[in-house]
């Protein structure tokens, strides 16, 4: 039996968790999320000065109510794990000193866990997980790529967006519509019951210089200009804009170019197992849609569990515990946080000397 707490910390959503690794399965033995969504909503998006403060106020809570809920303390934890990377410095930085800290105290050995890592392995805490290989269809607010892990658990990126990621890509559409943020669940809530087929979007592919397209890459800019000039047109016209098929329009564009490219890329690549994971993940008519032509074109697909699609501590949890499993080390106290740092590297932020 191995127990770790786990902290995340890299954006607007503080959260801790203990997890536990028992008969080869994972099992979430607590979570706390206090999402900080409703504050940044009134400014349209994350203010980060605003998301550290927060964090400092609620995590003490939320580490106490994950010990007591999951009926450990500390003395019963193998490590304590917190995220360090990519995401807001500040941010960052109360988690990963909280979990230092705790560590030092308590004689814990301490974790660092980089964010895509903590989303990939967000999957593992389905009820049956699948087992690699597999194609990993990553869609967040910062990240949509494309990755494969082998049966050893080495990755390698396959495809990836050129510029918007597609979560940010909800984010900015649902501004231009009026909508609250963060713009997902606003979209997904007004698309409902929308025509979907109303307005032809486009699918932003991405050339390659020596000619023809990056099979498995993504671009969602064209598609947010496209919204732009379409709502302009339609405001010359009318005084209400059709909100539920914009919304619609604009979900099933995007849900058909992450299928097509996902469901290819596994076609051709031999693997039968895809993988969704990350904020955008949640999407009801992603997760449809992926379902029904996966099944159609022979591929499993197999969703994060909706609860830890959005940021939380479970995931951190799950992939610290990946990490004991393996044996690998554990970090220094003295790594510090960073705002980019590449999934490639993660292994990076278990060794000595740290490299930030
Ligand atoms: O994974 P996440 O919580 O944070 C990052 O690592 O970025 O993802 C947040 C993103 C936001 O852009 C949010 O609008 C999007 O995920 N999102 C959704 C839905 N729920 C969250 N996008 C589409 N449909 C949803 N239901
Ligand atoms: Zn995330």
């Known amino acids: 039996m191995t127990t770790v707490l786990a902290l995340e910390t890299s954006c607007d959503e503080s959260a801790a968790a ?18 900080q969504v409703e504050e940044h909503a009134q400014w349209g998006g994350v203010v980060p000065e605003i998301a550290s403060r927060r964090h400092v106020e609620a995590l003490p809570r939320l580490v106490e109510s994950a010990l007591e809920d999951a009926g450990v303390v500390f003395a019963d934890l193998d490590a304590v794990a917190s995220t360090v990377a990519p995401g ?9 000193v909280t979990a230092r800290t705790l560590s030092v105290l308590h004689q814990r050995p301490f974790l660092a866990i980089h964010h895509l890592e903590a989303h990939l392995a967000s999957v593992q805490l389905a009820p049956e997980p699948p087992r690699p290989p597999y194609l990993v269809l990553l869609v967040s607010g910062g990240h949509t790529e494309l990755i494969r892990v082998d049966a050893q658990g080495g990755m390698e990126r396959l495809g990836r967006s050129h510029d918007d990621a597609a979560g940010e890509a909800f984010d900015k559409v649902a501004r231009l519509l009026g909508l609250s943020y963060p ?3 606003a979209i997904q809530a007004v698309a409902e019951g929308g025509d979907p087929t109303r307005f032809a979007l486009p699918k932003g592919r991405v050339k390659r210089p020596e000619g023809g397209f990056y099979p498995y890459d993504f671009s969602f800019s064209g598609l947010k200009t496209a919204m732009l000039r379409q709502v302009e047109a339609l405001r010359s016209q009318t005084e209400t804009l059709p909100l539920a098929d914009l919304a619609a329009s604009f979900e099933q564009v995007v849900a058909d170019v992450l299928v097509d490219r996902s469901l290819r890329c596994c076609r051709e690549k031999g693997l039968s197992t895809l993988v969704m994971v990350g904020g955008v993940a949640a999407n009801r008519r992603l997760r449809n849609l992926m379902m029904q032509r996966g099944q159609a074109a022979g591929v499993s697909v197999q969703c994060a569990p909706l609860a830890y699609c959005t940021d939380n501590a479970a995931m951190v949890g799950a992939a610290a515990l990946q990490r004991l499993i393996r044996g690998t080390p554990f970090s220094s106290l003295s790594l510090g946080v960073s705002a980019r740092w590449p999934l490639e590297q993660a292994s990076a932020l278990q060794s000595e000397p740290a490299p930030f």
């Open 18 to 35: 203990v997890v536990q690794w028992r008969n080869g399965k994972l099992e979430v033995l607590s979570q706390g999320i206090a999402s």
């Open 183 to 185: 713009g997902g669940p």
């Open 88 to 96: 807001l410095v500040g941010a960052l930085m109360v988690g990963s």
